[in-house]
């Protein structure tokens, strides 16, 4: 079946301007995180999604970030006012959190690289 | 907090060779720690898992022993192959909640014939 798939897989803006990152999961899976991979940071949690609903939102770095998901199904990561520092490999992953036994399997897609000019 | 540190690369070896990569752990709690594995212009992938002490997780030739009294989860492969280059990440995550995970920084290994 079907990965997680992300959109766009390149997106190049100009620093003060809004972007959107879109995430498709795999289908059925209630899971959803958003992270952040960047040569000085590494990979970092950003957010949590349990279905429509975001309880854990530690990861994010500033107000100028935001992220909502509808039907439990795409997610969709916006960043206000974008800066340099926001350039980085954006990732989604996904799983399904029971039933079963933890942890479960995060699968990630393959990423959206963003370049802040 | 949660952190994993993991060995700085990269690390270029020779194929048929021994691999291993350190990997040390801080958490509380009891975590689950994880192997996983970015091909060049693959996304990430679990390569292997384990969930309490003294379990060890193994997957294409790879393992790695859960170690609860040295707070490890060292890789290692007995002979490595050209097809094994790749970014290694060590990860983390607690049960309960987010199940979010806590990645080390990489560890880019080149296989050379």
Redesign the interface.
């Known amino acids: 079946g079907a990965?997680?798939s992300q959109s766009p897989s390149n997106k190049v803006t100009e620093k003060g301007k809004d972007v959107e990152l879109r995430c498709d999961p795999i289908s059925g899976h209630t899971?959803l995180?958003w992270?952040r991979q960047s040569l000085g940071q590494?990979?970092?949690?950003l957010i949590?999604f349990?279905g429509n609903s975001a309880?854990?939102k530690s990861?994010l770095p500033s107000d100028r970030f935001s992220a909502e998901r509808t039907g439990g199904s795409v997610s969709t990561l916006t960043i206000q006012r974008t800066q340099q520092e926001d350039s980085a490999v954006y990732?989604c992953?996904s799983?399904l959190?029971g039933p079963g036994t933890?942890?479960?399997?995060?699968y990630?897609?393959?990423?959206t690289r963003l370049t802040v000019t | 907090g949660n952190s994993v540190t993991q060995m700085e690369g990269p690390v270029t070896l020779s194929e048929e060779a021994f691999l291993t990569i350190n990997c040390t752990y801080t958490a509380t709690g009891y975590p689950s720690l994880f192997w996983y594995v970015q091909y060049p212009g693959e996304g990430l992938q679990l390569l292997l898992k384990a969930t309490k002490a003294d379990d060890k997780g193994s997957n294409k030739g790879f393992e790695a022993t859960y170690r609860k009294e040295t707070t490890s989860f060292h890789l290692e492969k007995g002979s490595v192959q050209v097809s094994d280059s790749a970014v290694y990440f060590c990860a983390l995550s607690t049960q309960g909640g987010s199940e979010k995970l806590v990645f080390g920084k990489g560890t880019k290994l080149t296989v050379n014939p």
């Open positions: 990965g997680v899971a995180y992270y590494g990979l970092e949690f949590y349990q309880p854990d990861g990732l992953a799983s959190q933890a942890p479960y399997e995060q990630f897609g393959p990423g």
